[in-house]
């Protein structure tokens, strides 16, 4: 039996660690255990992304979403800042090829400004200034999006969380959750050997796994996550040039994935994607994957199927030009015709962790979910990476005021117990 800890956090991505390092540094004098399944940090969404730092171009004003990355932007760079994490500059481009995506962008260049954002909109030949190798009707410049790495970042919050008095237990899946009145019962296996830890209460940021650890809990809720696959390719090392920006199309409202863009790397490459196909596995990074439990745990939920039908013709789309270069190479020639189908080099696919509702809809927002003695984090959207640090600030927040009704009955048996 391990000790009893005040703060159990479960995920080693950035959202955990980000929480597990900002809990210890608010209370330095609590013990606090972070646990992650994998050997490392960051094996899943944050490791598997564009690493780009985001503006908060793209969301609803007074959104949880809006609010979190653009304080994330700050915090981020701060943070690379103080602890030499390079970070680039590059600044991005909306970039509109269609009459309908010029009308989308004016739009978007509303919402920028409601968001508070530096944003500039330059027309075609502006355009071609800037970007030669970009071809468009007019582009949003945003100034103030980066590109960094996130697993070097989270690895630099665990390493913060180690110094201030943290402890973290790696190769370490969560079997089972339990919670009484006094205490959070955490079962796992560590490097395959049984281990139980308990502690005062229990964050979790399992991202991918969020549904089944609040159906562990014993929580009610009316969601699951819905795994999309988002694929990339890395352009050859002559191409590293080919773009002075991130290259983004305007991305289409009713939908929650960006589109196929051009992103500069922080190793210098280009990347090219993600596009956003059905995952029949959660955690499957290969062109091949099948989980049969992930699959039976979606057609059994009514709300895959829900929102199955409702973007039935771009799941089709998207999953034809998954398997057919030629199509996913038209949806970047749009806006950059010089490449062609053979630059298009193999790289790491992501998995984006969505939460969907039984009636279809996509959870667009956070999501959270709460027990006596526990608090889940059920979707973290885009800009998630980039909003680490506000969001684990806002769940220090939260644990903070859930836990004064607790506190102010202790301090009152206190008082008592004096008088």
């Known amino acids: 039996m391990e000790k009893m800890y005040d703060y159990v956090v479960i995920g080693g991505g950035i959202v955990g660690v980000s929480t597990a390092w900002q809990l210890q540094s608010r209370f330095p004098d609590k013990s606090i255990l972070l ?9 899943h969404q944050t490791g598997h992304n564009s690493g780009v730092i985001h503006a908060g171009v793209y969301y609803a004003p007074g959104s949880l979403k809006a609010e979190f990355c653009k304080a994330g932007v700050a915090a981020t760079t701060e943070f690379c800042a103080k602890h030499n994490i390079p970070v680039e500059n590059c600044g991005k481009l909306l970039v509109a090829t269609s009459k309908e995506e010029v009308e989308r962008m004016q739009a978007l260049y509303q919402r920028c400004h409601e968001n508070g954002l530096d944003v500039e909109l330059i027309d075609q030949d502006e355009l071609k200034a800037r970007e030669p190798n970009i071809v468009g009707l007019g582009a949003i410049a945003v ?56 502690g005062q209460f229990l964050v979790v940021c399992s991202g991918l796994m969020a549904d089944r650890m609040t159906r562990m809990m014993g929580i009610e809720t009316d969601f699951q996550i819905i795994p999309y696959r988002g694929e990339y390719y890395r352009l050859p090392a002559k191409y590293n040039n080919i773009v ?6 305007i991305p289409d409202p009713d939908l929650p994935f960006l589109g196929v863009h051009l992103t500069r790397m922080i190793d210098g490459s280009v990347t090219v994607g993600p596009n956003a196909v059905q995952g029949w596995k959660r955690e499957g990074y290969g062109k091949i994957n099948f989980n049969l439990r992930d699959v039976l745990d979606m057609v059994s939920f009514a709300g895959f199927w ?22 996913y190479l038209k949806l970047v020639n749009k806006y950059c015709p010089q490449i062609k189908v053979e630059d298009l080099q193999p790289y790491p696919a992501g998995i984006r962790a969505q939460a969907v509702l039984k009636d279809g809809s996509l959870v667009h927002d956070f999501l959270f979910a709460e027990s006596e003695r526990s608090l889940h984090v059920c979707n973290a959207p885009s800009p998630a990476a980039t909003s680490a640090i506000p969001i684990g600030g806002y769940i220090c927040d939260k644990i903070v005021k859930k836990q004064q009704p607790v506190i102010a009955e202790i301090n009152k048996e206190d008082v008592a117990n004096v008088a």
Request: aromatic share 8%.
């Open 35 to 43: 646990i992650e399944k994998e050997s490392g940090f960051s094996h």
């Open 143 to 198: 100034s103030t999006t980066s590109i960094v790495s996130y697993r070097q970042v989270t690895e630099k919050m665990a390493q913060e969380f180690v110094d201030a008095g943290g402890v973290i237990s790696l190769d370490t899946e969560v079997t089972g959750l339990a919670e009484s009145t006094e205490k959070v019962t955490v079962s796992a296996l560590r490097c395959g050997e049984p281990v139980v830890f308990d």
């Open 306 to 327: 829900k929102v199955s039908a409702k973007h039935l013709k771009t799941g089709l789309i998207e999953t034809k030009n998954s398997w057919w270069k030629p199509g």
């Open 244 to 249: 002075n920006h991130l290259i983004y199309p």
